[in-house]
């Protein structure tokens, strides 16, 4: 079975090659119709959809298959909702952003504005979460020898 996998991403490699070779020059009018672009774009695809495939099929294999493993991935999946939740409550709809967004002929309302907020928020709050889980065992070794 690897070896088949080998061989065919080989062949896909080199599939992709000919075609990157065969690519029209950026000034070409006509450059996003050609077949070497569009057959890039569907290997691109296939591929994409494989590598989805595979990590959500082997990851619920996996999930199903660990004992304790469901209850890890429900308080997981129950902390990031309470994330998101307290990302909502802080962000806002800032409605002075609405108008500068109107007045740049961008059309948007209030609540996409609470939701890109909450996004930031989000990001911002798994950020932190993140350097302190990285940085704080690095501290508690360095303090207790």
């Known amino acids: 079975m690897n070896k088949i996998i080998k061989i065919v991403l080989i062949v896909i490699g080199l599939i992709a090659a000919v075609l990157w070779f065969s690519l029209p020059s950026a000034e070409d009018p006509g450059a996003i119709d050609s077949g070497a672009m569009n057959f890039m774009f569907i290997i691109m695809y296939i591929l994409l959809a ?32 309470i994330i998101v939740a307290i990302s909502y409550g802080l962000s806002s709809g800032n409605a002075p952003v609405v108008e500068e ?7 948007t309302t209030e609540g996409t504005v609470k939701n890109i907020g909450m996004g930031l928020n989000v990001f911002f709050i798994l950020t932190v979460i993140a350097v302190l889980l990285m940085v704080l065992p690095g501290l508690k070794k360095m303090f207790v020898k």
């Open 101 to 107: 967004m109107a007045a740049r002929g961008l059309e």
């Open 50 to 81: 494989i590598a989805v495939i595979s990590a959500v099929f082997f990851g619920i294999t996996k999930l199903l298959t660990t004992p304790g493993s469901i209850k890890k991935a429900l308080f997981g999946i129950g902390g990031l909702a």
